[in-house]
């Protein structure tokens, strides 16, 4: 079955600890995967769009790399301000159209 | 840019009353989506719009839900009637041409809905 699933579901990290959240997908026809932040209260915030396997970007303290099988955000020292919800979605072929996927989400808090 | 305006932040309704949701797009953002967001589906696409013009429903959960894009600066989702298992947050967002998919979505802040 297609799907997107991110973990892990929530993530407590001390400040300046960096880490890795995961974005794993089983599709056919890639084309696309981006990154958003979601704050309480808030509509998500575009981060990040990947394209192909191998493919990195980064922004402050975050970075975003691209496999053929997941995605990884990785961290690093981060701050309480970075405390928010990940989202990833992937646009590609699901049960034959074109369709763009959100996953659950990973819920980071960065404590002081 | 203001960004994608929703109204109401807040809807709190009796089951079985109707439902009507608000949202003004970025100005010049040709596509325009519904989701919804719940704990345990995430953010599900309810419907989206080119140019006014509905491409894709198949997210609509049943007949209840209704969507309309009068203009290119306002859109609506209509619940009637309303049950508690709508109770979510309702999010609109916009993207540019030329892609409605490999563009990033513009997200307003959503409306939560409860239905009681």
């Known amino acids: 079955e297609d799907q997107v699933t991110q973990s892990p579901e929530a993530l407590r990290l001390q400040e300046g600890e960096s880490s890795s959240l995961n974005c794993s997908y089983t599709?056919?026809?890639?084309?696309?995967l981006f990154w958003y932040r979601q704050d309480p209260g808030k509509g998500p915030e575009f981060l990040f769009t990947?394209?192909?396997a191998g493919e990195e970007k980064e922004k402050e303290r975050l970075k975003a790399t691209l496999t053929k099988k997941e995605s990884f955000l990785h961290i690093t020292a981060p701050k309480p301000e970075d405390s928010a919800t990940y989202l990833c979605a992937v646009h590609a072929d699901f049960q034959g159209a074109q369709k763009l996927v959100f996953g659950q989400g990973t819920r980071l808090t960065i404590n002081p | 840019d203001a960004g994608v305006i929703q109204s109401p932040r807040h809807e709190v309704t009796e089951m079985g009353q109707e439902v009507t949701l608000r949202c003004k797009p970025i100005?010049?953002?040709?596509?325009l989506f519904w989701y919804r967001q719940t704990m345990m589906r995430g953010l599900e696409l309810l419907i989206y719009?080119?140019?006014?013009?509905?491409?894709?429903d198949s997210g609509m959960p049943e007949d209840r839900f209704s969507a309309k894009m009068p203009n290119a600066s306002f859109s609506t989702l209509k619940i009637q009637p309303s049950e508690p298992r709508d109770s979510a947050v309702y999010f609109c967002a916009s993207s540019p041409v030329p892609s409605s998919y490999n563009s990033p979505l513009h997200f307003g802040n959503g409306t939560r809905l409860t239905v009681t």
């Open positions: 100005s010049g953002h040709d596509y």
């Open positions: 990947l394209y192909s």
């Open positions: 719009f080119n140019n006014n013009v509905p491409i894709d």
């Open positions: 599709v056919s026809g890639l084309r696309g």
